[in-house]
């Protein structure tokens, strides 16, 4: 029993990691984008990469005038999501 426990523990604590580093990318794309990073380095284009694939569903909806508006929503959204989902997925997993 107690080794059934501890793999869902485990479990959780994998899916609450990968929520937290999803929305880490997103929200340091809103950073780099805010503090107008270069497009040309080589981790700017990764993270921004990744943040397009991650927020590819919320990157769109909104369709503010103001270019960095669109940005933090955007983004921002799918970040909070993620988080949201995959801690409470997590917390589910720790419970049974």
């Given amino acids: ?7 869902s523990n485990s479990a959780g ?8 580093v999803m929305a880490v990318i997103l929200g340091l794309w809103i950073l780099m984008y805010l503090l107008d990073a270069n ?14 694939w991650l927020a590819g569903w919320s990157r769109d909806l909104f369709t ?9 929503a955007g983004y ?14 997590a917390s589910r997993v720790h419970r049974h």
Avoid: K
Avoid at 2 to 7: A, E, K, L, W
Avoid at 13 to 20: E, H, N, P, R
Avoid at 76 to 81: D, E, Q, R, S, T
């Fill in 1 to 7: 029993m107690s080794r059934y426990r501890s793999g």
């Fill in 76 to 89: 921002g959204l799918a970040a909070v999501v993620y988080l949201f989902i995959g801690h409470a997925i």
């Fill in 39 to 52: 497009p040309g380095n080589s981790l700017v284009q990764f993270v921004h990469d990744a943040a397009d």
């Fill in 64 to 72: 503010f005038d103001e270019a960095w508006a669109r940005v933090v």
């Fill in 13 to 20: 604590t994998v899916i609450a990691v990968v929520a937290d």
